[in-house]
Nanobody, 116 residues
Framework: VQLVESGGGLVQAGGSLRLSCTAS????????MGWYRQAPGKQRELVAI????????YPDSVKGRFTISRDAAKNNMVYLQMNSLKPEDTAVYYC??????????WGQGTQVTVSS
């Protein structure tokens, strides 16, 4: 499975961005999909995850501001709508997918920068 992210950029605090991730390869083996982020000097952290059935999970830091969704029919797209962005949301955002064999795949990442 190969993952390619798009949609990152520079936005002012309070603004919105929508990230997209396109999967290719063995897309029908994909189970959960999600987004992680890594800020400079910090560990990579979970931002949002969505199961194949559409169940979602978010950490408290983004709950109510970020929304993850996926194209259930094609099983090859996942999105992250980010609203009310804060400077602390600045990070490289990575798309991830896991298959039914518990293998995890990662995209190359897309930079999100939120200015104050």
């Amino acid at each position: 499975v190969q993952l390619v992210e798009s949609g990152g950029g520079l936005v002012q605090a309070g603004g919105s961005l929508r990230l997209s991730c396109t999967a290719s390869g063995s897309i029908f083996s994909i189970n959960a999909m999600g987004w992680y982020r890594q800020a400079p000097g910090k560990q990579r952290e979970l931002v949002a995850i969505i199961s194949r059935r559409g169940n979602t999970n978010y950490p408290d830091s983004v709950k109510g501001r970020f929304t993850i969704s996926r194209d259930a029919a094609k099983n090859n797209m996942v999105y992250l709508q980010m609203n009310s962005l804060k400077p602390e949301d600045t990070a490289v955002y990575y798309c991830t997918a896991s298959d039914f064999g518990s293998r995890t795949f990662w995209g190359q990442g897309t930079q999100v920068t939120v200015s104050s």
